[in-house]
């Protein structure tokens, strides 16, 4: 279903453009060697939008309008394609 897919890449884009911001404004003002800063984000960003997603996830469970964390309180449905 068209919305399904939709509801999924939204709730992808919102924790990557969490992550993003949060880890790029955890090194501003942070002085590095060359190329520690661009590893540093990188690394980051990782961290922070896993840990973002995860922990809205968890909570969701319990509170479900906190899916709105993740752009979108509805989850996808997965139906298998049996061919």
């Known amino acids: 279903m068209v919305s399904d897919l939709i509801t ?44 973002y997603y995860a922990i809205v996830r968890l909570l969701e469970n319990k509170y479900p309008k906190i899916g709105w964390l993740l752009g979108n309180p509805a989850k996808p449905t997965y139906t298998e394609n049996i061919k």
Request: net charge neutral; aromatic share 12%; no cysteine.
């Open 8 to 51: 999924s890449l939204i709730r992808t884009a919102v924790p990557t453009i969490v992550g993003a911001i949060v880890s790029y404004l955890t090194v501003v003002g942070i002085q590095t060697p060359h190329g520690v800063a661009e590893w540093l984000i990188s690394v980051l960003f990782f961290a922070f939008t896993l840990g």
